[in-house]
């Protein structure tokens, strides 16, 4: 029996061991081994259990002396003994022999400059598919010769006993830099294998002089590249996947000194309440290949109910990205014209839209300010306020003036406009329409935001234009939105006092760049 070098990683004595199967196959294998059930569409759809979000407290990074001065260790980066790591490994290669594994040998980086090999070890054959839709394929002949770099292994059948292994549940993500292994157990959510390459890309591009982002990206016919910076649910892949703009990615890239590009070759998207009418390209993914985590489905007629959340909030589906109609399916566009910051305020008082200068930028891509989303984490039922730094702190293991200077210094050098888009609440006590949002930032991709006028915010101090195609003038300033102008001056004021508290930990910044933020 063929091992593909399994015993190297001490895997030994699996039933069988299957390699780089189609989607065909994979489904038909997960559906063999009672692992889900196929919707009216031919979609895949899987209950992954307990965990339907990311389980952020059980994310570890194994310290030792040769990442121990990389990483910015705190809250979000805890540190795992090497030796607690391989107890933890040891018991996870046992538990996987004499079982029937998935193996996925893809890339990460659609810019050969800087592609990363990855091989993805798979307990159940809907992960395998997920990951196979979600990384960049490797062609016949590229397999052939594939030597991996890193190594995931998801064993979400394994569970961790806290009191034995050093862990804070049964679930662990543990990343190990240095020996380029993940460890995923107890979590059948398959974004956390997705969300780990992306952390591993987050530790290495840096060093290669490429800018990793937690974005997504599109380019328009004149070759106008442009990214979404934002966390789950704020709209990175409702926003990007444009009609009149090809999609490079949805979710990580790169920003290189020629190029941005995908690190997937995949998409993930958020099923709860997706409608043919406004997020088509989404709702036309959902066909046979794609893998659906959590939706409910009538059992009989196999369709689905978008808008029931029984099953999680942050319902989702996975695909390849041709299956989005307009992909740019070489993952690779030009460097980047506009930068958009996506905000979900649950306050209701940042403007739906707003331009930021060189120093703003860099006050609030480091602030990531946003609402976790119900059901991106475990414990997350409703909004709450938070700071994220840099769009993406659960995934950035350097220290976040690392990615604030890249993100600086490909600014200046590209000259693109970088605007803040609030698709959160406003005064109505309502979330700002889809419909309104995508006109304001079709505005800002094709110029005609900047030809407009423009008010500054008396509390955040940001530009607003006063007028934008397409959506009502009073929706554009706060204030307007809200009946109770008083009840509007202490929220601002309240979100304007988080900000400035917590950048105070940010020591690192220069002056201007905190006098750029709001002043309380």
């Known amino acids: ?22 989607p065909a196959q994979l489904t038909e294998h997960a559906l063999r ?22 389980s952020a407290n059980d994310k570890f990074i194994v310290d030792t002396p040769a990442v121990h001065d990389d990483i910015a260790w705190g809250k979000v980066n805890r540190p795992m003994s090497k030796e607690d790591f391989y107890n933890i490994y040891n018991k996870v290669v046992a538990y996987l022999q004499n079982r029937e594994l998935f193996l996925f040998d893809g890339f990460a980086g659609a810019d050969p400059k800087y592609t990363k090999t990855f091989r993805i070890v798979n307990e159940l054959a809907s992960q395998n598919l997920f ?20 190594t995931i292994i998801a064993a979400p059948g394994f569970k961790c006993i806290p009191e034995r292994d050093n862990t804070r549940s049964e679930a662990s993500i543990l990343v ?9 157990c107890g979590s059948q959510y398959a974004g956390e294998i997705k969300k780990s390459v992306f952390s591993v890309m987050n530790y290495v591009l840096p060093k290669m002089g490429v800018f990793p982002m937690h974005c997504s990206a599109n380019i328009g016919d004149q070759g106008d590249a442009a990214v979404f910076f934002g966390l789950s649910g704020t709209g990175k892949t409702t926003l990007s996947a444009d009609p009149n703009r090809q999609l490079i990615g949805d979710d990580e890239h790169g920003w290189s000194e020629d190029s941005v590009f995908n690190f997937e ?65 070489d993952g690779v566009g030009s460097i980047p014209k506009t930068v958009i910051f996506l905000t979900a305020d649950a306050f209701g008082v940042l403007p739906p839209i707003s331009k930021l200068d060189r120093n703003q930028a860099m006050y609030y891509f480091v602030s990531g300010f946003t609402s976790k989303l119900a059901g991106t984490e475990i414990g ?40 803040l888009v609030n698709t959160g609440w406003n005064g109505t006590g309502k979330r700002i329409s889809l419909k309104y949002t995508r ?6 991709l094709n110029g005609e935001l900047e030809k407009g006028q423009f008010v500054t915010d008396p509390y955040f ?16 300033i706060p204030a307007n939105t809200w009946q109770d102008k008083a009840e509007y001056e202490a929220k601002a004021k309240d979100l304007v006092s988080r900000f400035v508290e917590n950048f105070k930990k940010y020591t690192h910044m220069p002056q201007e760049v905190v006098e750029a933020g709001p002043q309380a």
Do not use: W
């Open 380 to 419: 997350i039922t409703s909004p709450v306020p938070t700071f994220s730094t840099c769009f993406g702190e659960p995934f950035l293991p350097l220290d976040p003036s690392v990615y604030a200077a890249m993100l600086a210094e490909k600014v200046e050098q590209s000259g693109a406009n970088v605007y």
């Open 176 to 184: 190990n830099y240095e020996d380029k292994l993940v460890v995923i």
């Open 33 to 54: 081994r009672g692992e889900g059930t196929l919707s009216n569409t031919g979609a895949l759809v899987v209950k992954t259990g307990k965990y339907t979000g990311r």
């Open 439 to 444: 006109a304001m930032v079709t505005a800002a």
């Open 131 to 150: 990951i196979h839709q979600l990384l960049r394929r490797p062609t016949a002949g590229q397999l052939a010769s594939f030597d991996p770099e890193f």
């Open 265 to 329: 070759g995949g998409c993930y998207a958020k099923c709860i309440n997706l409608s043919a009418e406004k997020e088509p390209d989404i709702y036309n993914a959902i066909k046979f290949g794609a893998l659906v985590e959590n939706v409910v489905m009538d059992p009989d007629t196999r369709e689905f109910d978008f808008d029931d959340a029984s099953l999680a909030e942050n319902s989702r589906v996975g695909y390849p990205v041709e299956y989005i109609n307009n992909a740019k399916l």
């Open 1 to 22: 029996m063929e091992t593909y070098g399994l015993e190297k990683l001490g895997i030994i004595n699996p039933s069988v061991v299957y390699r780089n199967l189609t």
């Open 461 to 476: 101090g940001v530009a607003v234009p006063t007028a934008v195609a397409g959506v009502p003038d009073e929706l554009l």
